[in-house]
């Protein structure tokens, strides 16, 4: 293992993806509270993975935005089960910078613009028809022009103040390393498995 969780993790993140059979290969699931404490989680998109912590992004006015409103605490767990790694973090999650938002936005597809104007992320669905009826008309309403980011729509960075590595082992004796931020430096202690 390395001395820094960050460099550990991109490494491993590029070992799961090379070669890969995941479809998805950057999901990872985001756990956040909602205002009454309750843990809520689903997969989002890893956008990216730097010195400051870990990158998705979101509309702001989605469960997961509305939650990180309230309460900036969140976790993310990784299983690539391909390789037998997993890997969970805790940190507090900040808004991204306008600057930044603006380039990934510029990184989606046509399709997932559309799908982030169209519809108001986790609102009720009258049926399923509505789904292909909005899309059609959104996809005309913005025919030929460039879709541009909306203000609701943005993505935050988790800032991690403990990073654990798990390598599974068929024996059970899992090597769990875990990270914690003391002191502005990394401090790494083995756990048993």
Known sequence: ????????????????RTDSPLRQKNAICLSTLDERGFPGGR???????????????????????????YNN???ITVWWDHLGYQVRVLGHAEQLRNAEADQFWEHRDR?????????????????????IDRLQQCDTQ???????????????RVKPISV???TFRESRLHLRERYEIQDDAWRKILLQP
């Open 164 to 166: 654990e590595f798990l």
């Open 1 to 16: 293992m390395m001395d820094d969780p960050i460099d550990q993790f991109e490494r491993w993140w590029r070992e799961a």
């Open 73 to 75: 605490k969140a976790s």
């Open 43 to 69: 997969f989002v998109d890893l956008k990216a993975v730097d010195r400051e912590g870990f990158v998705f992004c979101t509309r702001l006015d989605s469960a997961k935005g509305q939650h990180l409103q």
């Open 111 to 131: 399709c997932a613009r559309l799908t982030t104007v169209a519809f108001a992320q986790s609102e009720a669905l009258a049926d399923e028809a509505e789904l």
């Open 142 to 156: 913005w025919a030929g022009r460039r879709i541009p980011r909306p203000e609701y729509w943005s993505g935050y």
